[in-house]
């Protein structure tokens, strides 16, 4: 199984850069995704296979993995960024495993 | 347009049954690999179970035995019947759509709130 362990709050001012980082102790070989999710709504997915944006992400937002550490990257933050974000893995080559980390609010 | 839309959550006393519907828009099911995934209040996303595009189905460790995964493919929904709820249970449940082969959750509905409690 996995546990993905992120950081409870990021704050960062508008314009600068936001980091979140994911990690755990076995994922080096996983892909990663991450999605944001603003209040009352469902989860967004923003990243996929660590660092593919899905059509309609800004590029504002990258993401990186290295280890057992996957890192998403916010730039030029703007505040409709302000959210709450996951990382999450995914095993399914035998009975799938699928796993969330608890989550980062961004504050902007 | 593409969505997926949610219905059959309420309030519902422990060891009772439910079930859940979401009804897809924009493309086909049958096409997909298919998921739940649940919300507890305050925590993140859980994921709860699949059905893959030839059928076949799986479960988290923590609802097999009590929810059961479907899909009418002459409708284009899939559904999740639940049974011998537990207060653990209390979530929001998201029908959500993968990619062709993997777990990357690209589109999600408006979810379903799920309360046991008696």
């Known amino acids: 199984s996995y546990v993905l362990t992120q950081p409870p709050s990021v704050s960062v001012a508008p314009g600068k850069t936001a980091r979140i980082a994911c990690g755990a102790d076995?994922?080096?070989?996983?892909?990663v995704n991450w999605y944001q999710q603003k209040p009352g709504r469902a989860p967004m997915l923003v990243i996929s296979y660590d660092n593919d944006r899905p059509s309609g992400i800004p590029e504002r937002f990258s993401g990186s993995h290295s280890g057992n550490t996957a890192t998403l990257t916010i730039s030029r933050v703007e505040p409709g960024d302000e959210a709450d974000y996951y990382c999450?893995?995914?095993?399914?080559?035998?009975?799938?495993?699928?796993?969330f980390g608890g989550g980062t609010k961004l504050t902007v | 347009d593409v969505q997926l839309v949610e219905s059959g959550g309420g309030l519902v006393q422990p060891g009772g049954s439910l079930r859940l519907s979401c009804a897809a828009s924009g493309f086909s099911v049958s096409k997909r690999y298919m998921s739940w995934v649940r919300q507890a209040p305050g925590k993140g996303p859980e994921w709860v179970s699949i059905i893959y595009r030839g059928g076949k189905k799986d479960y988290a460790d923590s609802v097999k035995g009590r929810f059961t995964i479907s899909r009418d493919n002459s409708k284009n929904t899939l559904d999740l019947q639940m049974n011998s709820l537990r207060a653990d249970d209390t979530a929001v449940y998201y029908c959500?759509?993968?990619?062709?082969?993997?777990?990357?959750?690209?589109?999600w509905g408006r979810g379903t709130l799920v309360a046991v409690s008696s």
């Open positions: 999450q893995v995914w095993d399914s080559r035998s009975e799938p495993v699928v796993a």
């Open positions: 076995n994922i080096q070989s996983n892909s």
């Open positions: 959500a759509r993968s990619g062709d082969d993997d777990f990357c959750f690209d589109l």
